[in-house]
C-alpha cells in the first residue's frame, strides 16, 4: 500500500534529514521483533537512512513519520 504525504513535507525537515527524492520510503515490520516498525528510505547515491518505532501505535508513527520526512511511504508486508 502506498502512501503520499501533504505538500508541507518539505517544512518538517531537520538537519539531519534528506529532502524527499522520487523514491518512497519503505515501511516494514521487523522480523525478529514484531510490533518494532522500521522505514527505510535510500537516497539516489546509494547511502540509506533508517527509523525504528516500538510500543503503542508504531505502525501509524512510521507511516506518519515516512510521509512528513520523504513525502510518501510504500508499506512492505513480508509475508511471514
Not at 22 to 28: D, G, S
Not at 47 to 59: C, D, H, V
Request: charged share 25%; proline share 5%; net charge negative.
Amino acid at each position: 500500500m502506498r502512501h503520499r504525504g501533504n505538500s508541507e513535507a518539505g517544512a518538517a525537515f531537520g538537519p539531519h534529514m534528506t529532502k524527499p527524492g522520487t523514491e518512497p520510503a519503505y515501511v516494514f515490520e521487523d522480523r525478529q521483533t514484531p510490533g518494532n516498525w522500521h522505514v527505510q528510505w535510500t537516497a539516489d547515491d546509494g547511502g540509506f537512512e533508517m527509523a525504528i518505532f516500538s510500543g503503542s501505535k508504531a505502525r501509524e508513527r512510521a507511516i506518519m513519520f515516512a510521509e512528513r520526512c520523504y513525502g510518501s511511504c510504500e508499506d512492505v508486508r513480508t509475508g511471514r
